[in-house]
Nanobody, 126 residues
Framework: QAQLVESGGDSVQAGGSLRLSCAVS????????MGWFRQAPGKEREGVAG???????RYADSVKGRFTISKDNAKNTLYLQMNTLKPEDTAMYYC????????????????????WGQGTQVTVSS
């Protein structure tokens, strides 16, 4: 059974940075598509960044140039480095995993992700 545990969420001021971590266990981590999603109050959950098993990455337009997704296979950990944070980045952030193809992974279509963490809260104040 795959398990994903997020950490690193915090309250920061606009312009600040945070790094989220997602520790994974229970499966061959390197062969899975991994993604970060977020859900703000009153809004639908949306894809933020994806990391395919082949190494491809994809970002939502709203975070391009500010967020970076990365993996440490030795530590079985997925990261999301978030810089120049804005109040609109405030949300619960979730990591997720799936055995979908590289191309499917890059769509960040959340219904295709099978395993989810419990989330970590990011709050950005102006």
């Amino acid at each position: 059974q795959a398990q994903l545990v997020e950490s690193g969420g915090d309250s920061v001021q606009a312009g600040g940075s945070l790094r989220l971590s997602c520790a994974v266990s229970g499966y061959t981590y390197s062969s899975y598509c991994m993604g970060w999603f977020r859900q703000a109050p009153g809004k639908e959950r949306e894809g933020v960044a994806g990391f395919g098993s082949g190494g491809s990455t994809r970002y939502a337009d709203s975070v391009k140039g500010r967020f970076t997704i990365s993996k440490d296979n030795a530590k079985n950990t997925l990261y999301l480095q978030m810089n120049t944070l804005k109040p609109e980045d405030t949300a619960m952030y979730y990591c997720a995993a799936s055995r979908i193809s590289e191309a499917a992974c890059m769509t960040l279509f959340q219904s295709w992700f099978d395993y989810w963490g419990q989330g970590t809260q990011v709050t950005v104040s102006s």
